[in-house]
């Protein structure tokens, strides 16, 4: 938050996203109940902020000194992980405003573990209060521990941000709707890439976004070629993918169209290609955009070798699924679910897990080894070889 939004937000007062907390009759301290009741209150509802050192008015009377800021964040945050179950995290940000400081306590708009209670009881936002959640309230917020993090709205986005002409073409392709001008929006917030305020999601921000990586920063692909079979200092070929994911995919197949030989020969009347299948390719890479763990601080890497490929994203497997149970197929556990569909939509097939027996016989038919799958400190790895395959020309 900025000087600027933060004096804003004092001029409007105090609302659904916003409450002001004075500290100065409390000896810079913060009543522990209220504010793990106003915190639990957003994190359930909307998120939003907490501001310490402000009076009910929006005139501001101070958090105090250096020191006892320090002293009251620590207070807060103990108050996250303490008071609050289960345990939140909230950034707390230092600012200036009328010649005083202010502590913001920025809640989260979204999280999969809610609902929260603070003291036993689910608190939701009305208003400019925080209220005990009634019985029909309550329920609601128990089905939304089901959310993903791709059905989150991305905090701070606007529709602006989105980019029509992208995702009108995108509708078009899988809707046959003759007015889809008047309808394109709504059929966004359908297909949850964008939320009923018409803030962007993660989904829509990753396939229609301007610019996706302001955003989410390791929402990108590094593509290396290597000379020879092993990690070395030196590059063959090196390139940073970014932008909508669609785009992604195809400039990362196009990387390993253009690194990877593709021999062939003729048996009788017909050409039988070798190498690695094109469409084993294609289909790593859309798994490893559609399944990666989008909240880690690390992108999906593409190494070429003489050898192999191998395709590496951030991410271990969900719940009980098992390398085993990948290689059998049928066994769909989605950590986006909403983004795997649409891009399954987007290349014309249903989405049901069987993507990795199709790989794998595809590789058989043209004489290669399985893909071979492994987890390594939370990264999900496929290797996919070309046994014999001579040095890269």
């Known amino acids: 938050m900025t000087v600027d939004e933060l004096e804003k937000r004092l001029k409007l007062g105090e609302d659904a996203v916003t409450e002001f907390k004075s500290v100065v009759l409390k000896n810079y301290q913060v009543d522990p109940k209220d504010i793990a009741r106003a915190i639990a209150a957003m994190a359930n509802t909307k998120g939003g902020h907490l501001f310490l050192g402000v009076e009910d008015d929006g005139t501001v009377s101070g958090a105090g000194t250096l020191e006892q800021m320090d002293a009251l964040m620590r207070q807060v945050s103990q108050l996250c992980q303490n008071g609050i179950q289960p345990a939140i995290i909230c950034p707390i940000q230092k600012l200036e405003a009328q010649g005083q400081r202010v502590l913001v306590v920025e809640v989260p708009r979204f999280s999969p573990d809610r609902p929260y209670h603070a003291g036993g009881k689910y608190y939701v936002r009305d208003s400019n209060q925080s209220r005990e959640a009634r019985r029909e309230e309550l329920i609601r917020l128990l089905q939304s521990a089901d959310y993903h993090f791709d059905e989150q709205p991305v905090e701070g986005a606007r529709l602006e941000d989105l980019e029509p002409g992208a995702a009108r073409a995108f ?24 939320d009923r305020t018409g803030t962007p999601t993660v989904t829509g921000m990753l396939l229609f976004g301007r610019e996706p990586q302001r955003w989410l920063r390791d929402a990108r692909i590094s593509a290396v070629r290597f000379p020879g079979r092993e990690v070395t200092s030196d590059f063959a ?14 400039a990362a197949a196009s990387f390993l169209k253009r690194n990877l030989r593709a021999p062939s020969h003729v048996e009788g009347l017909q050409r039988v290609e070798e190498g690695l299948p094109e469409k084993v390719l294609r289909e790593a890479i859309i798994n490893a955009v559609a399944h990666r763990d989008y909240r880690a601080a690390s992108q999906v890497r593409i190494f070429v070798f003489d050898d192999r490929v191998e395709i590496v994203n951030p991410g271990e497997l969900l719940n009980q699924l098992t390398l085993e149970g990948i290689r059998v197929g049928g066994i769909s556990q989605r950590r986006n679910p909403v983004l795997a569909g649409l891009l399954a939509r987007a290349r014309r097939r249903e989405s049901v897990g069987m993507g990795v027996p199709e790989m794998i016989r595809l590789m058989r038919e043209r004489k290669l080894p399985p893909p071979e799958f492994s987890l390594e400190a939370g990264h999900f790895r496929v290797v996919l070889r070309l046994e014999g395959a001579a040095p890269h020309a």
Do not use: F
């Open 171 to 194: 509708l078009a392709s899988i809707y046959d709707e003759p007015d889809l001008e008047s309808v394109w929006l709504r059929l966004l917030e359908r297909l949850q890439c964008l």
């Open 237 to 250: 070929d090196r390139q940073e993918l970014e932008g909508p994911l669609l785009g992604q995919i195809d």
